[in-house]
């Protein structure tokens, strides 16, 4: 099964795909995890990543469409995977279809959590996220029995540095500037199912499960696992079905081509003309973050300046204002 959750900023998709993942066995790929652990790790993507994040941005498109690439190109994804906080943008959600077209893997769902804005804030300022297992608390509705300690491992609880109320608004903002774009574009799909994701974690459990219910994933019919006909003896399979496993397993030269594009990625490391050409696509990421950073920071230091002159002159119109009620009280 191959999901996808959209949603604001701590509508709760990485609650949920906590219990996707043991339903349906698949892992969870979220694009804000894979970034923090490179924040984590130090590497010089994290490093750049930690900033545009703690700014409450959109890491840009080429390193996210890379990462997520390769995340679904692992073994573990290949029966399927449950994306969380990827697509952000219609960018994203052309490339992800790219993706799965090539590889044959159509999305099955999308899940769209919707919460009011004001419920935000106060479920991502009290967020708790254990280091060690990933469970998630909340200081406000879902405390844990020790603070600071995980219920259900005894891992260290860990409050993220972009949940603060600036950061946040910021991080909505960015949210409502795409949010329809992608809405739009699953639901012009038609696989898009809007769940109200107000209520009870468990509330909105039984929602994504009936939205779910009856759900098949297409990929069955595309790519039937090789594994699976020479593990059953040949007589327990109608003659039909075996005929139509033979024909699927054929190395068509459509499934051929299928083939050769996702193992791209692992090929294209080695000539050196590639790594070449995935440096230089890399610096010119890093450029864009930087002026990104720039263009942050000059807008920062002018709503600083202009604050700075509005209290200057508020200072210098009350001093007016109290001259003139002396002079007034003189006369
Ligand atoms: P990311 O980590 O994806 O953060 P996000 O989208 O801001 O989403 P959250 O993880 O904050 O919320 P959630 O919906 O998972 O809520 P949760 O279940 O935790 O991204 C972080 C940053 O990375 C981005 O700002 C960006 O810079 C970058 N990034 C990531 N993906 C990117 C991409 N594709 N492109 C570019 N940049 C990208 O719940 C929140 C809290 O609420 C928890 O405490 C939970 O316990 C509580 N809660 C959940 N459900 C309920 C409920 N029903 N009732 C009460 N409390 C609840």
Known sequence: ??????????????????????????????????????????????????????????????????????????PDAEN???????????????AL???????????????????DFDLLMQRMVGRLTCLSCGALFNSFTNPPAIDSQCDQCGGTLHHRSDDNEETID??????????????????????????????????????IKSALRGLRSSRI??????????????????????????????????????????IKPEVKKRPKKAETAAKAKYLHQLKAMQDELKSVRKELTLLVRTEKKLTREVAKSEAELAKLTQQQAEL
């Open 221 to 262: 019919k595309l790519q039937p696992a090789p594994a699976q006909p020479a593990a059953t003896p040949a007589n327990a399979q109608p003659e039909v079905i075996r005929t139509q496993i033979a024909e699927s397993l054929k190395p068509t030269p459509k499934r051929k081509k299928r083939e050769a594009a996702a």
């Open 1 to 74: 099964m191959r999901l996808v959750l959209i949603g604001a900023p701590g509508s709760g998709k990485g609650t949920q795909a906590k219990f996707l993942i043991e339903k349906y066995n698949i892992p969870q790929i979220s694009t804000g995890d894979l970034l923090r652990a490179a924040v984590a790790a130090k590497t010089p993507l994290g490093r750049q990543a930690k900033a545009v994040m703690d700014a409450g941005q959109l890491v840009p498109n080429d390193i996210v469409i890379g990462m997520i690439r390769e995340r679904i190109m692992r």
């Open 80 to 94: 399927g995977f449950i994306l969380d906080g990827y697509p952000r943008n219609l960018e994203q959600a052309e």
């Open 97 to 115: 279809d790219n993706l799965l077209t090539s590889l044959g893997r159509p999305i099955d769902a999308v899940l769209q959590i919707n919460v």
């Open 170 to 207: 910021r991080r909505l903002r960015v949210y409502e500037t795409h949010a329809q774009h992608v809405s739009n574009y699953y639901s012009n799909k038609g696989n898009l199912h809007v769940i109200d994701g107000q209520g009870t974690v468990d509330d909105i459990k039984k929602r």
